[in-house]
């Protein structure tokens, strides 16, 4: 025999709580994931930069003890070439430039992907309440 349960009012609630989740809904959905996904990649690469830099400035202060009219092995790719001081810091300092610049235009483009992700958040628990958890 089959036992008959009764519906509390909180499975009532719950029941007519439910939220249709429109085609706009989904799509919002969709790109708050495709934008977490993203944060997590350029995170990554502001990292490795991070780590990149650290070890040019290591460099940088090993070339300060070497003697100004020594050569000395500088990487190309993967090719050491032997160069002179002057010009081993010459080359660090446009390379630290460079990562300096990379790191701007990822913690900017980082600063946007949150940005749009918090207006995304809003949105969704505006619609869908306690019901969706955009959290990590």
């Known amino acids: 025999m ?12 719950a029941a007519g709580d439910e939220v249709q989740v429109r085609r706009e809904d989904q799509d919002k959905i969709n790109k708050f994931s495709r934008l977490s ?12 930069k991070a780590k990149e830099k650290e070890e040019l400035d290591d460099v940088s202060t090993e070339l300060e003890l070497a003697d100004e009219d020594e050569t000395v092995p500088y990487k190309v790719g993967d ?3 032997h160069v002179k001081l002057e010009q081993a810091q010459e080359m660090l ?12 235009k990822l913690e900017d483009e980082l600063s946007s992907i949150r940005d749009q992700m918090t207006q995304l958040k ?10 969706i958890n955009l959290e990590k």
């Open 2 to 13: 089959m036992q008959r349960r009764m519906l509390t009012k909180e499975d009532e609630q």
């Open 37 to 48: 996904q993203r944060e997590q990649v350029v995170e990554e690469e502001l990292k490795t």
């Open 79 to 81: 090719a050491f070439f």
């Open 93 to 104: 300092e446009n390379a630290t430039s460079k990562i300096d610049e990379d790191v701007s």
């Open 122 to 131: 809003v949105e969704l628990y505006a619609r869908f309440g306690k019901s």
